[in-house]
């Protein structure tokens, strides 16, 4: 056990205390919560890259711990009625379509760990979630609409870019 899992922990460990704080209606709460979640996620990767730290076990609950905190706040969001339903099932789907993939290279023992494509999808959700928290009642709704769907965008790229991977290891493994 290093920092940076320990840090994936916390944030595992914080899952629970965000939705409890939307299931209280604490919306001040569940942001800040998140935002924590955030700053051990961006703490996470930068101690096990620069202090050469990176484990497998980090490779694989790291993610976990985004989509976990990930889906959490947009099932919440969506059961407050701050996004709409189709936004969390499709996210949804994108998520079971990258983890059948990741299971499947899993068993042959490759492990592909974040990449920049699910980088800059998680930063675009997280920053959407946060304006729409905070702002919901002061944007307009043609840009309210625009960040509800952003991360669905950003989804469906991160996919592509996780299907390219998977493709080229299916190839190599052949």
């Given at each position: ?17 965000t939705?409890y ?6 919306i ?39 989509k ?7 099932f ?9 339903w189709?936004v ?8 079971l379509?990258?983890?059948a993939?990741?299971?499947q290279l899993?068993?042959?023992n490759?492990?592909?760990?974040a ?27 043609v840009?309210?609409?625009?960040l ?27």
């Amino acid at each position: 056990m290093n920092i940076p899992n320990i840090l994936t922990l916390i944030r595992i460990a914080l899952i629970p205390v965000t939705a409890y704080m939307f299931y209280l209606h604490n919306i001040t709460a569940a942001v800040i919560v998140f935002m924590v979640a955030c700053v051990t996620d961006i703490l996470d990767g930068f101690i096990a890259r620069r202090f050469n730290m990176v484990t497998d076990l980090g490779k694989v609950l790291d993610p976990l711990a985004d989509k976990g905190m990930q889906m959490t706040v947009l099932f919440s969001m969506a059961a407050l009625s701050y996004i709409p339903w189709a936004v969390v099932i499709v996210i949804i789907c994108k998520e079971l379509l990258q983890f059948a993939g990741g299971a499947q290279l899993y068993s042959s023992n490759v492990i592909i760990s974040a990449n920049w494509y699910g980088k800059v999808s998680t930063v675009v959700t997280s920053v959407c979630v946060i304006v729409i928290l905070l702002f919901h009642d002061f944007l307009s709704p043609v840009f309210l609409t625009i960040l509800q769907w952003l991360p669905v965008l950003f989804a469906a790229i991160s996919l592509c870019g996780y299907f390219k991977i998977f493709l080229s290891v299916e190839k190599d493994k052949n």
